[in-house]
């Protein structure tokens, strides 16, 4: 009889509740595998910088705070990284597969890389769609903790760290597409 009861009450009790939405950390976790297994997930998300760069084209100066409100993947890299040419390609397939509203993939070239260089490394690669920003005195990756490159950093729509990966990786994997799009379908759940 007492089981019973238990058993009543719990499901007295969970039948109202409505589930709560996991944090980032717990939906990305499982999803890891191939070259995802690299992404650090952090168990709390991290505060980010909000230094300055310079977006593309002189078109003047941005933060991290000017993409609230979606997911960012921020890779910092630069000209002279044999792994960041690797990586590019991957990138620009996430941003044309899955950027929007609410996911966006955010280059940024960090210490000495010329407008020039920045163009003819994108136009070299074949990468037209994502941009073409710098950090040319570091101050971002500075205070970001970028050592060594490519990095790549996740942002939550908060504008948290909520995971990073070092060194290059498949951004173009079904494993990186799926960490992105449940991401994204959770937070339009919640």
Same mark, same amino acid.
């Given at each position: 009889?007492?089981?019973?009861?238990?058993?009543?009450?719990?499901?007295?009790?969970?039948?109202?509740? =409505?589930?709560?939405?996991?944090?980032?950390?717990?939906?990305?976790?499982?999803?890891?595998s191939?070259?995802?297994?690299?992404?650090?997930? +952090?168990d709390?998300?991290?505060? #980010?910088?909000?230094? %300055? *760069? %310079?977006?593309?084209?002189d078109?003047?100066?941005?933060?991290?705070?000017?993409? !609230?409100?979606?997911? $960012?993947?921020?890779? *910092? @890299?630069?000209? @002279?990284?044999?792994?960041?040419?690797?990586e590019?390609? +991957?990138?620009s397939?996430?941003? &044309?597969?899955?950027?929007?509203?609410? *996911?966006?993939?955010?280059?940024?070239? =960090?210490? !000495?890389? &010329?407008? #020039?260089?920045?163009?003819? *490394?994108?136009?070299?690669?074949?990468v037209?769609?994502?941009?073409? +920003?710098?950090?040319?005195?570091?101050?971002?990756?500075s205070?970001?903790?970028?050592f060594?490159?490519?990095? #790549?950093?996740?942002?939550?729509?908060?504008?948290? %760290?909520?995971a990073?990966? !070092?060194?290059?990786?498949? @951004?173009? &994997?079904?494993?990186?597409?799926?960490?992105?799009?449940?991401? $994204? %379908?959770?937070?339009?759940?919640?």
């Amino acid at each position: 009889m007492k089981k019973l009861l238990l058993a009543l009450v719990y499901t007295a009790l969970t039948a109202g509740a =409505t589930p709560a939405l996991a944090n980032d950390g717990d939906l990305i976790l499982p999803l890891l595998s191939g070259d995802m297994k690299k992404l650090a997930v +952090h168990d709390t998300p991290q505060a #980010t910088s909000n230094a %300055e *760069f %310079e977006l593309a084209d002189d078109a003047g100066r941005a933060s991290l705070e000017d993409y !609230r409100g979606k997911y $960012v993947l921020v890779n *910092f @890299w630069a000209t @002279w990284c044999a792994p960041c040419r690797k990586e590019m390609p +991957h990138l620009s397939e996430l941003q &044309s597969e899955l950027g929007g509203d609410d *996911f966006e993939v955010l280059t940024i070239a =960090t210490g !000495r890389n &010329s407008p #020039t260089g920045i163009s003819k *490394f994108f136009k070299e690669i074949g990468v037209t769609n994502l941009p073409r +920003h710098q950090d040319p005195k570091q101050r971002l990756a500075s205070q970001m903790a970028i050592f060594g490159l490519p990095i #790549t950093v996740l942002i939550d729509p908060e504008g948290r %760290e909520i995971a990073r990966l !070092r060194g290059d990786a498949d @951004w173009a &994997s079904d494993t990186a597409k799926t960490i992105i799009k449940t991401l $994204v %379908e959770a937070r339009k759940a919640g």
